[in-house]
């Protein structure tokens, strides 16, 4: 930096000012810090609630001269250095910077005063801790100090001349102006109410001079007022007639007076510069909040924020300066998140809503069965893989018919038919507990396997070879007529029903009537039917006892006369072998005189031949009745 620059520059460089910043930054270690640097934002420091600074955190910083301070080189260690010129421009005898704002009235570069400063809390836009700022306090009536403008650029020009306002009534009105970025660490200008006192012209009576004199503090003929200096910018201009404000000429306490009645130009109709943060909006403002919090729907430059012009301010989120709104800062300056209707990278859904159960939950997680939420149409999600508990895999309750078989069931399959191998209780059937139930026939509550419900629960089946229930036999098969019957009962004689091997049951147990008292058949002597072993049956030639009645020849009778009163019995076998001799005797007759005359020499047909039982033919001997006829 050469001499002339630095004594002919009004304006302060970014380097002199953030060397000079007089800013700490620290970290609450406090309960609720982070509730705490919320609401302390804006506020002075040492406001209740809000965190101090650590011990050593705000240690008087040492000014040293540098040791070529004067020789009009700028060294690394100096901000600068005009040679023997220092502390008669810009450059201070030490070479530091004297500017607005540094806590020194310089009274060579046109400093009337320097504006009060205060601590207040703030943001650090770089490690987003709470910081310290220093800010001017802004008074808005009586004589104040008027601060530095500053543009993005951190060049500052103006300020630290006094202004007049308004008369204060009551308490003091008060304003923290945008963040100081220039101020040095030196003590705080103190305050000469006297001074201000001074400066409080009050208006002295009219004068009756004839020929009036501006500037001798009396108010003549014609003047407006009087106030006995040369300062064209307090209450009373040189010429001592009031400011009017839109005459294009700035003078009085007016701050700019551009020669109009246009209220959002660069001079509103107040001509008072724009003072952006006193809670009215004008000049070229867009907002003012009255605040100076830079993160509210009104930012400290009092424009509205523009969301993707790379800065991010006011109520923006972020602001990356493109319109892609699927990064990680949507097209409205918000952080992506979960419920902002945008399906960011990692979410799967993004309906814009905090219901949980519908189709995309809180956490932009499409709903499946598993997820823990009961979405709709889900009964039950308990976000295991385990189906046998109380909410099964398909998010539904488990219940006996869903075909799960559960902790405490025996089996499920999946139906209503309570009379199949699994019942409507999910319990196998449990043959003998007295209840009917799975593919049982019966159950009669016992394990008694020849009663009416054997012990397996199944009602008997004749014929399948298992004598149960009450069955009094099982041949395995279907034969009706073999010692079992198709029923399964043994066969009863005299009970009138031809059944197993009986040969005829006539609904008795006597004999002697055709059917014996075990079921087999008799013969019966008269009833027409020859039987058995009789000879005949009702025939004239026949007896009574089914026989064939004999020829009875004289010698018969006699024989039969001559026994007199023997028994009926003996004379029957009397009778009976006499038949038999006679049935033999006409059978045999013709070989009967053959065999006569062989034995006794008499000659036959057979030419005297003696004959023997091999000449009679076979057919005589079997069937002899062959013969009776020739």
């Known amino acids: 930096m050469n001499k002339k620059t630095l004594i002919k520059t009004g304006t302060i460089s970014v380097a002199a000012t953030v060397m000079l910043a007089a800013v700490v930054t620290f970290i609450t270690s406090k309960p609720n810090g982070l509730l705490a640097q919320v609401n302390c934002i804006g506020m002075p420091y040492g406001t209740d609630g809000c965190p101090l600074k650590e011990e050593g955190d705000a240690e008087d910083v040492q000014i040293v001269t540098p040791p070529n301070c004067g020789d009009g080189v700028l060294n690394a260690d100096e901000e600068c250095d005009a040679g023997r010129y220092n502390g008669m421009s810009r450059c201070s005898k030490i070479c530091t910077v004297i500017y607005c704002g540094d806590s020194i009235v310089s009274p060579h570069v046109g400093e009337e005063c ?89 208006t002295p009576p009219p004068s009756v001079v004839a020929n009036p004199v501006c500037g001798n503090g009396l108010v003549e003929k014609d003047e407006d007022c009087d ?3 040369r300062n064209n910018y307090d209450e009373c201009p040189n010429d001592c007639e009031t400011s009017v404000c839109g005459d294009g000429v700035r003078e009085g306490v007016e701050q700019c007076d551009d020669g109009n009645h246009i209220n959002t130009d660069d001079c509103p109709i107040n001509c008072q510069l724009p003072y952006c943060g006193n809670g009215i909006r004008e000049g070229r403002e867009e907002c003012d909040d009255g605040n100076q919090n830079n993160f509210d729907s009104c930012p400290t430059d009092c424009i ?33 998140r979960c419920g902002d209707s945008i399906i960011q990278q990692g979410e799967e859904c993004d309906d814009g809503n905090k219901v949980d159960s519908d189709a995309c939950s809180n956490t932009c997680r499409r709903a499946t069965c598993g997820d ?67 593919q049982e026939e019966c159950d009669d509550g016992n394990r008694n396997d020849y009663d009416d419900c054997p012990s397996d629960c199944q009602l008997t089946v004749c014929g399948d070879g298992i004598r149960e229930g009450k069955e009094q036999c099982d041949d395995g098969n279907l034969v009706d007529d073999d010692s079992c019957p198709n029923y399964c009962r043994l066969p009863v004689c005299g009970n009138g029903r031809l059944e197993g091997q009986e040969e005829c049951d006539d609904g008795n147990t006597k004999n002697g009537d055709g059917c014996d008292r075990k079921c087999e058949y008799e013969s019966v002597c008269g009833n027409g039917v020859q039987e058995d ?33 023997a028994s009926y019995v003996e004379l029957g076998v009397i009778a009976a072998a006499g038949t038999l001799f006679l049935a033999l005797l006409l059978i045999f007759r013709k070989n009967i005189v053959s065999l006569i005359i062989s034995l006794f020499g008499k000659k036959g047909k057979t030419g005297g031949k003696p004959l023997s039982l091999d000449d009679i033919p076979l057919d005589e001997l079997e069937m002899p009745w062959h013969s009776w006829n020739k």
Do not use: W
């Open 372 to 438: 823990e939420i009961i979405q709709d149409g889900e009964e039950c999600d308990d976000g295991n893989a385990i189906n046998t508990d109380q909410c099964t895999n398909s998010c539904k309750k488990s219940i006996c018919g869903d075909g799960i078989v559960q902790k405490g069931e025996e089996c499920d399959d999946e139906n209503r038919d309570g009379f199949d191998a699994c019942p409507n209780n999910c319990l196998l059937p449990k043959c003998g507990n007295g209840v009917k139930e799975g």
């Open 533 to 565: 072993e009789e000879e005949c049956d009702g025939e004239d030639d026949c007896n009574d006892k089914c026989h064939m009645k004999m020829a009875v020849s004289s010698t018969d009778e006699a024989i039969i006369s001559s026994v007199g009163n």
């Open 304 to 336: 509205k924020t523009v969301c993707g012009d790379s800065e991010r301010e006011g109520t923006e989120e972020c602001d990356d300066g493109n319109r892609v709104d699927d990064d990680g800062c949507t097209n409205s300056c918000k952080l992506v």
């Open 114 to 202: 320097e504006p009060e400063t205060q601590e207040v809390y703030a943001i650090d836009q770089t490690t987003g801790e709470l910081t310290v700022e220093i800010q001017y306090v802004q008074k808005t009536c009586g004589t104040v100090c008027d601060v530095p403008e500053c543009n993005a650029q951190g060049d500052c020009s103006g300020g630290c001349v006094y202004s007049f306002l308004s008369e204060c009534i009551g308490d003091e009105s008060v304003t923290l102006v945008a963040p100081v970025s220039v101020l040095s660490q030196g003590e705080e200008e103190e305050e000469e109410e006297d001074e201000d006192e001074e400066e409080q012209h009050a």
């Open 227 to 229: 106030d006995g200096n």
